[in-house]
């Protein structure tokens, strides 16, 4: 068994190889990137033999196609939609099974801020999703569309939790990578970078699609932000949390939901500060004039706050999962919620969010080189990972000290 890991430089993609190394039955680990030195110091850091580096522009389809027929499958840990569009649209020609964990759902992809991605001329973006989706049916190729945290965890858990119920009304996904306590003082907004800072800021602003009285309506990011006490696993802390485009393929795949969002957790004081910088126009993309020359807001933003948003010595996050679904079991109204907090392995270094991330991409990657993956195209985990599955999944976790509490109630 052979695993290709685009992104393996990078803190999540390093944790990917990282645990693949880990497991007997992988032979051979390929780690891609731009640069000998950076895929040179991942492999060392990994330390095993099993790990082989690829330097590799992933925009050259011909190298690109020629390496993805050495692996059994793909794992994509890039940051952003043009990087991982370009994987993927060579994979499903090429016939390589694929988990990617960008928070997108490539059957119907979002029109707001792009990030570079380039659609073939003659197509619609959704256009596009369809023809990806129909390109990997023909090629018989799987591709796990969003497998990480969230989307990732948050499908898995509500669509188990759909599955369990004889009707769904409201599934509210609740989700979020944080600093520490201690070091969320150390830092603006009460953050720190975990994760591609560009694509956060991208996700802010952007409108996106919920649920709301049964039908698909569009709302700005960052809004209808909520308080809420995680009282779990030993921990009682009070966190935020407001609207943003995580779980996008829930809309598409759990219709029958009358209330649908996801949202993202923060620690209080948070999103007040990214309002504020939203009324600025801080976190704007259309340039302005400033003493005689022409600057993004956003981009001037970032270069200003990304220095101080990096971790400093000593520095760990957590990641925080808080999701809850009502409907009714039996001619009973039953809410059943889960609850997930996860801390960074000061042991390995390995951060809380390359952990939840990266590892339930190793664990379906795994599945689809085990064939316990039967279904072909653009497949989104809450639809491929389910009943036994879902149980050895939340095994697998667990075997990573992550774990997730299911409790069910009723009201």
């Known amino acids: 068994m052979k695993a290709l890991v685009f992104g393996g430089t990078g803190k999540v993609g390093a944790a990917v190889a990282w645990d693949l190394a880990r497991d007997n039955e992988i032979q051979q680990i390929g780690i891609v990137g731009r640069r000998k030195s950076a895929l040179d110091k991942t492999r060392k850091w990994i330390g095993s033999v099993k790990v082989t580096p690829h330097i590799l522009d992933i925009a050259d389809k011909t190298k ?28 499903v020609k090429t016939g390589l099974n694929l988990v990617d964990m960008l928070e997108e759902y490539h059957r119907r992809p979002d029109p707001y801020e792009t990030e570079g991605l380039k659609i073939p001329k003659g197509m619609s973006l959704d256009k596009y999703g369809d023809f990806l989706h129909n390109t990997a049916i023909k090629n018989k190729v799987t591709f796990v569309d969003g497998m990480g945290f969230a989307p990732g965890l948050s499908n898995v858990t509500l669509g188990e939790g759909i599955r369990k119920l004889d009707s769904s009304e409201k599934a509210v996904a609740r989700v979020g990578g944080i600093p520490s306590k201690e070091a969320s003082l150390k830092h603006p907004l009460r953050y720190m970078i975990t994760w591609a800072f560009d694509h956060v800021l991208r996700e802010y602003m952007i409108r996106l699609k919920v649920i709301k009285n049964g039908k698909i309506v569009e709302v700005d990011a960052a809004t209808d932000r909520e308080k809420f006490r995680f009282n779990q696993f030993g921990i009682d802390e ?26 993202t957790v923060r620690w209080p004081g948070h999103w007040g500060g990214v309002q504020t910088l939203k009324e600025c ?3 704007d993309i259309i340039p302005v004039n400033f003493d005689g020359k022409k600057i993004v807001p956003r981009e001037f933003l970032s270069s200003l706050i990304t220095p101080r948003l990096q971790p400093l010595k000593g520095d760990t996050d957590v990641c925080v999962m808080y999701n809850t679904l009502l409907g009714e079991k039996d001619g009973r109204k039953v809410k059943i919620e889960y609850f997930l907090w996860d801390e960074a392995d000061r042991k390995t270094g390995i951060s809380s969010m390359a952990r939840v991330t990266g590892f339930p991409c190793v664990i379906t990657a795994k599945f689809l080189l085990q064939g316990k993956i039967k279904e072909k195209g653009i497949v989104p985990p809450e639809d491929c990972i389910k009943g036994a599955l879902y149980d050895e999944f939340m095994r697998e976790l667990t075997k990573r000290n992550i774990h997730i509490k299911e409790i069910q109630t009723q009201i």
Do not use: H, N
Request: charge should be neutral; glycine fraction near 6%.
């Open 64 to 91: 690109t196609a020629k390496l993805m027929k050495q692996y059994d499958v793909g794992i994509i840990a890039l940051p952003d939609r043009r990087t991982s569009y370009l994987v993927i649209d060579t994979a």
């Open 281 to 283: 126009g801080l976190l």
């Open 238 to 263: 009070e966190l935020e949390c407001a609207i943003t485009p995580g779980m996008p393929s829930f809309l598409y795949t759990r219709p029958q939901l009358k209330e649908f969002t996801e949202k």
